[in-house]
T-cell receptor, first 114, second 114 residues
Framework: KAGVTQTPRYLIKTRGQQVTLSCSPISGHRSVSWYQQTPGQGLQFLFEYFSETQRNKGNFPGRFSGRQFSNSRSEMNVSTLELGDSALYLC?????????????FGPGTRLTVT | GNSVTQMEGPVTLSEEAFLTINCTYTATGYPSLFWYVQYPGEGLQLLLKATKADDKGSNKGFEATYRKETTSFHLEKGSVQVSDSAVYFCALSDPYNQGGKLIFGQGTELSVKP
């Protein structure tokens, strides 16, 4: 079974621009969660989508948004990029129900903001 | 709120040494506990899990027991190998209250020397 895939793997953007990251979950999984990983703050939860609805949200500004499509694929958008948004962005998928809440992670997208 | 605290690294061991990485948590409700491992340049891999008190998770020679009385989930391995060198993250989820949100500890870097 194919794992979680994320595209692109690497991105370089300029401050003020916007960026869209994509995540394809494991087949059958309905939940996709997004995390930001930085050396200073560690791993922080951004938000979770389940069946096209945002089910949970972390403490990030409104510049960070996401959505999920009917095939469970998810996108994350960051508008008006700041230097501090440079990070590894990880997505994880799970069944998201009583069947299992185990999360499986993709390889991440490394975003560099200059 | 819920939180996870791990022992600080880096931890440096010789091959075949015994490994313990301490993890304690604070949570309301009935969390599930996880250990994830991250190799350089990669995403997180689920190493083991425990979903209720006194459960023992195990995988690839690693073990951890969910201790509710001490709110701990320490990771152990009897004989480490060079290939175990990575960053290890302890995490908790409270799926019935917080859906797919994982809360991570700060990570512990392990370096195993031949």
């Amino acid at each position: 079974k194919a794992g979680v895939t994320q595209t692109p793997r690497y991105l370089i953007k300029t401050r003020g621009q916007q960026v869209t990251l994509s995540c394809s979950p494991i087949s059958g999984h309905r939940s996709v969660s997004w995390y930001q990983q930085t050396p200073g703050q560690g791993l922080q939860f951004l938000f979770e989508y389940f069946s096209e609805t945002q089910r949970n949200k972390g403490n990030f500004p409104g510049r960070f948004s996401g959505r999920q499509f009917s095939n469970s694929r998810s996108e994350m958008n960051v508008s008006t990029l700041e230097l501090g948004d440079s990070a590894l962005y990880l997505c994880a998928s799970s069944w998201g129900s009583d069947r299992s809440y185990e999360q499986y992670f993709g390889p991440g997208t490394r975003l560099t903001v200059t | 709120g819920n939180s996870v605290t791990q022992m600080e690294g880096p931890v440096t061991l010789s091959e075949e040494a015994f490994l313990t990485i301490n993890c304690t948590y604070t949570a309301t409700g009935y969390p599930s506990l996880f250990w994830y491992v991250q190799y350089p340049g990669e995403g997180l891999q689920l190493l083991l899990k425990a979903t209720k008190a006194d459960d023992k998770g195990s995988n690839k020679g690693f073990e951890a027991t969910y201790r509710k009385e001490t709110t701990s989930f320490h990771l152990e391995k009897g004989s480490v190998q060079v290939s175990d060198s990575a960053v290890y993250f302890c995490a908790l989820s409270d799926p019935y209250n917080q859906g797919g949100k994982l809360i991570f500890g700060q990570g512990t870097e392990l370096s195993v020397k031949p």
